[in-house]
């Protein structure tokens, strides 16, 4: 086998004291937490799109990463010399699931049909390469935002013709999806979205996304395609307003256009925080909905106000992460989804092994609140307080109230016959502490 990344030796698990960087000292793969392993609660993915693709350019300078495998060019050629290098990083890294989109592992061809084309000859390879090292497609999506016939939309461009090729492009894209045995497929905005109103016609666009989502969950059922779909909120950048803008958004138009039963959430935390929530609060309002699916892993800066996709290492944040992992699914955790890193190294971090380090990191930060979480869950203690703090509506007029057995004249009755309510504390400052403690 070649040996794309000469100075990183496979990563292994080493333990908490080892002063390894390029060891794992809290993600033991086959380590049971709560009756599961370590690999299956956790389900790491990594990107293509920022692994491969990624120069790390930014609006101000160019790329950066050097990527000696590369040559550089949109050739069929170098797209199929890209795929050994991608699967010696997942091996060495111990990750068992990527995801893609089907422009960052195939480029556009001279013609429709050839780019078409070219994506079924790198299907062949990375099913090859699948086979060959037992890594798994997460999911799989088909880039709708870089080219410019998608400068003002897809499926909501005003144009009928690019909503065509849209739909041809994510046609051929779940295509390869299903050949590659994806779990998943997801749908992000991208350009669905406006940069002003002026121009727009916002109920035609949201009809036309509906219908693109439609007809992909009924092309989906055609070719047996048993992965889930997903959306995945975002609420601006690249567009002015993007519609998945944030979970309640999503679920709301999802519901709206009868989608609720086909999609459920892909859910970032770094959207999340663009969004004006942490994405403890995206969790639990996808959760509430029964629509959390899948996690895309990595973090915002609160100083920056654009998606700088960094890699996860905010112990709080993978912890409460977690937390809700844990318990989703009456406590199955992730069952299609998973934690695909969506995250690029820093412009500074140039060198092939930071991507080591960046993901040996995130997996670590997840593997730490892994423990922890499934270590607060065990004790109770949050769950409990919670659990009282609500408990006047276990019984008596709390429980008439629940059950809807309650109406506006009874509840006027009962409120003049007793005393002014008294509130416990919410002790807010006491639970910080005891999650410090835990940390
Ligand atoms: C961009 C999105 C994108 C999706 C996949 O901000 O996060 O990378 O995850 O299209
Ligand atoms: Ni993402
Ligand atoms: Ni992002």
């Known amino acids: 086998m070649s040996d794309y990344f000469p100075n990183v030796p496979k990563i292994k698990y080493e333990g908490p004291d080892s002063d ?39 609006p101000f300078g ?32 111990q990750i068992d699931y990527y995801c893609f989109h089907d422009r960052d592992v195939s480029p556009e061809g001279a013609t429709w049909a050839e780019t078409h084309s070219n994506l079924e000859k790198v299907t062949e390879g990375l099913k090859a390469a699948q086979k060959s090292s037992g890594k798994k497609l997460l999911w799989g999506t088909a880039c709708l935002f870089a080219h410019p016939r998608y400068a003002q939309g897809a499926a909501t461009s005003p144009n009928a013709d690019v909503f065509a090729y849209a739909a041809s492009q994510v046609k051929h894209a779940l295509d390869a999806t299903h050949e590659l045995g994806g779990a998943g497929y997801v749908f992000w905005g991208g ?32 070719i047996g395609f048993t992965g889930q ?39 970032e935390t770094n959207h999340a925080e663009l969004a004006g929530h942490t994405m403890e609060h995206e969790l639990d309002v996808a959760a509430a909905a029964g629509a959390l699916g899948s996690i895309d892993a990595n973090r915002g800066d609160t ?9 996860p290492t905010n112990l709080y944040q993978t912890t ?13 955790g992730l069952t299609t989804g998973g934690l ?18 960046a993901h040996v990191g995130g997996m670590d930060a997840f593997a730490r609140g892994l423990k922890i979480a499934a270590k607060i869950i065990a004790d109770g203690r949050f769950d409990d307080f919670v ?39 919410g002790r807010q400052e006491m639970l910080e502490n005891l999650l410090n403690d835990y940390i």
């Open 387 to 425: 659990k009282k703090r609500y408990s006047t509506y276990d019984s008596g007029i709390g429980a008439e109230i629940e059950g809807g057995s309650a109406n506006f004249d009874t509840l006027d009755g009962y409120a003049l016959g007793i005393e002014p309510p008294v509130l416990e504390s």
């Open 229 to 267: 779909f997903y959306i995945e909120p975002k609420p601006r950048e690249p567009s002015t307003h993007q519609y998945d803008s944030d979970a309640a958004a999503c679920l709301n138009f999802l519901r709206e256009y009868d989608l609720l039963d086909h999609l459920k959430l892909n859910l």
């Open 340 to 357: 695909n890193f969506d995250a690029k190294r820093r412009r500074e971090s140039h060198l092939p092994e930071d991507l080591f380090h």
């Open 191 to 222: 350009r669905e979205g406006y940069a002003s109103l002026i121009n727009t016609d916002m109920k035609r666009e949201l009809d036309h996304l509906a219908r693109l989502l439609h007809l992909a969950v009924d092309y989906g059922k055609k």
């Open 62 to 93: 160019m790329g950066t990463a050097l990527m000696p495998w590369d040559d550089g060019s949109e050739s069929l050629d170098n797209a199929l010399k890209r795929i050994p290098v991608f699967f010696e990083f997942l091996d060495k890294n």
């Open 20 to 58: 390894n960087p390029l060891a794992f000292r809290h993600y033991n793969p086959d380590e049971e937490i709560a009756g599961k392993s370590m690999k299956d609660h956790l389900r790491f993915g990594a990107a293509y799109w920022h692994c491969m693709r990624n120069g790390l350019g930014d």
């Open 320 to 332: 409460n992460i977690m937390l809700r992992v844990l318990k989703l699914n009456d406590g199955q």
């Open 303 to 311: 100083l920056i106000g654009w998606d700088t996709d960094q890699f």
